[in-house]
């Protein structure tokens, strides 16, 4: 089993930044972001694996950057020029390298881009 911890998520105006970070409670092969708009289907927003191979989704390449520290289990989102599209709840996911789908997934952090 492994815990997700998100903080960071805020109120934001448009072409503002914000990074969130998620802990986990043990080094997990690969970590990642998901959103869910209201509304909308969750989608996956960007991932990272221990050796720090990285997938973007089309719509935030050149905006957002995932990163993460593999001695803290931390992964971390930095979000630039956001848009009120990106308006959502972000969730922390993580799975092992035998599994072929995100098994855990953090409770959530809520993101809003407003004037």
């Known amino acids: 089993q492994v815990q997700l911890v998100e903080s960071g998520g805020d109120l934001v105006q448009p072409g503002g930044s914000l990074r969130l970070s998620c802990a986990a409670s043990?080094?997990?092969?690969?970590m990642g972001w998901y959103r869910q708009a209201p509304g909308k289907e969750r989608e996956l927003v960007a991932t990272?694996?221990?050796?720090?191979?990285?997938n973007y989704a089309d719509s935030v390449k050149g905006r957002f950057t995932i990163s993460r520290s593999n001695t803290k289990n931390m992964v971390y989102l930095q979000m630039n020029s956001l848009k009120p599209e990106d308006t959502a709840v972000y969730y922390c996911?993580?799975?092992?390298?035998?599994?072929?789908?995100?098994?855990?997934w953090g409770q959530g952090t809520q993101v809003t881009v407003s004037s």
């Open positions: 996911v993580a799975r092992d390298y035998s599994s072929l789908t995100y098994d855990y």
């Open positions: 043990r080094n997990i092969y690969s």
């Open positions: 990272i694996t221990s050796g720090s191979g990285t």
